[in-house]
């Protein structure tokens, strides 16, 4: 492994703030949920197209029946992660709704624990315990203000667990395929199945003003392609840890931009409760890592 041309965390503190503009960007795009997914997904689609079939189309012969299935149900999850995940935004505020999809590690276990008979630890118990009291002291400030808002965050929980989902099914289709392949069928097909759920609710795919395009397509480029590729590059020089918890730091690149944007105050119970998250998630995220449960040992190829 030779050594990189810059410190490894340049790209990764670079990939947080890429994924933090997720939400700004989506808030700032008048459209519905639906549409602005399906867009994201689109012009990732089409801006990875060239080198996939330049270079990777050869893979699709690793596929198998039960492969083509899995991706197709994961890039399903991955379609309904979006809509629920954007349309909290709706409802609720960017650091509520960014915080509550941090719980993704959680949700993880509970799977692997209940579906792989994973091995867990009294620790891990803890920390998970930890954070959901977090995330309750955020449900419960936010209720105290609007019933909306509470409504909100029970979509992002929803969205996370939905994402969870979309991680399981591919899991095991990736470890046969490269990163460009394997993204671009199950971005493929959660793409697909944005287009009939936004025909299907009857919502527009057009026009929109020229600003709303952009917003579109810097999706495409900044949370889900810049963000993820720089996470990617960094796996070959810095452990699966450090990017698991580099990106507990979302939530909080987020929340700064939101206040800077859209002007949006943190309450008590947003501060206090996030903090508890994060901490919760990091002794979490540490623990799972010397258990070796779902933690690569190599760096993910490209």
């Given at each position: 492994?030779?050594?990189?041309?810059?410190?490894?965390?340049?790209?990764?503190?670079?990939?947080?703030?890429?994924?933090?503009?997720?939400?700004?960007?989506?808030?700032?795009?008048?459209?519905?949920?639906?549409?602005?997914?399906?867009?994201?997904?689109?012009?990732?689609?089409?801006?990875?197209?060239?080198?996939?079939?330049?270079k990777?189309?050869?893979?699709?012969?690793?596929?198998t029946?039960?492969?083509?299935?899995?991706?197709?149900?994961?890039?399903?999850f991955?379609?309904?992660h979006?809509?629920?995940?954007?349309?909290?935004?709706?409802?609720?505020s960017?650091?509520?709704?960014?915080?509550?999809?941090?719980?993704?590690?959680?949700?993880?276990?509970?799977?692997?624990?209940?579906f792989?008979?994973?091995?867990?630890?009294?620790?891990?118990?803890?920390?998970g315990?930890?954070?959901?009291?977090?995330?309750?002291?955020?449900?419960?400030g936010?209720?105290?203000?609007?019933?909306?808002?509470?409504?909100?965050n029970?979509?992002?929980?929803?969205?996370?667990?939905?994402v969870?989902?979309?991680?399981?099914?591919?899991?095991?289709?990736?470890?046969?395929?490269?990163?460009?392949?394997?993204t671009?069928?199950v971005?493929?097909?959660?793409?697909?199945?944005?287009?009939?759920?936004?025909?299907?609710?009857?919502?527009?795919?057009?026009?929109?003003?020229?600003?709303?395009w952009?917003?579109?397509?810097?999706?495409?480029?900044?949370?889900?392609?810049?963000?993820?590729?720089?996470?990617?590059?960094?796996?070959?020089?810095?452990?699966?840890?450090?990017?698991?918890?580099?990106?507990?730091?979302e939530?909080?690149?987020a929340?700064i931009?939101?206040?800077?944007?859209?002007?949006?105050?943190?309450?008590?119970?947003?501060?206090?409760?996030?903090?508890?998250?994060?901490?919760?998630i990091?002794?979490?995220?540490?623990?799972?890592?010397?258990?070796?449960?779902?933690?690569?040992?190599?760096?993910?190829?490209?």
């Amino acid at each position: 492994m030779g050594k990189p041309t810059i410190h490894p965390y340049i790209p990764i503190a670079v990939g947080v703030i890429a994924v933090s503009l997720s939400a700004i960007f989506v808030k700032l795009a008048n459209a519905d949920a639906g549409v602005i997914a399906f867009y994201r997904m689109l012009f990732s689609v089409l801006i990875m197209a060239p080198l996939f079939f330049w270079k990777y189309t050869a893979e699709l012969k690793l596929l198998t029946k039960r492969d083509w299935v899995f991706s197709f149900v994961a890039g399903i999850f991955l379609a309904s992660h979006f809509i629920l995940w954007f349309e909290s935004l709706n409802y609720t505020s960017v650091a509520s709704s960014t915080v509550l999809v941090t719980l993704q590690p959680l949700f993880a276990f509970a799977g692997t624990y209940f579906f792989f008979k994973e091995r867990i630890s009294v620790k891990t118990i803890l920390s998970g315990l930890i954070a959901i009291s977090g995330a309750f002291l955020i449900s419960w400030g936010d209720f105290k203000i609007s019933g909306t808002a509470l409504y909100g965050n029970m979509l992002a929980l929803i969205a996370c667990a939905l994402v969870t989902a979309y991680l399981l099914f591919g899991q095991d289709v990736r470890k046969r395929l490269s990163l460009v392949t394997y993204t671009f069928v199950v971005y493929g097909v959660s793409t697909i199945t944005l287009f009939f759920y936004v025909v299907f609710k009857g919502e527009s795919f057009g026009p929109y003003a020229a600003n709303d395009w952009l917003w579109f397509l810097l999706l495409a480029i900044v949370p889900n392609l810049l963000g993820h590729t720089l996470f990617n590059w960094s796996l070959k020089y810095v452990s699966t840890n450090v990017i698991s918890i580099a990106i507990l730091f979302e939530p909080i690149g987020a929340a700064i931009l939101a206040f800077y944007v859209f002007n949006e105050y943190l309450i008590s119970t947003q501060v206090i409760g996030g903090l508890i998250v994060i901490v919760g998630i990091l002794l979490f995220v540490i623990d799972i890592k010397r258990l070796n449960i779902f933690f690569r040992k190599k760096p993910l190829d490209l």
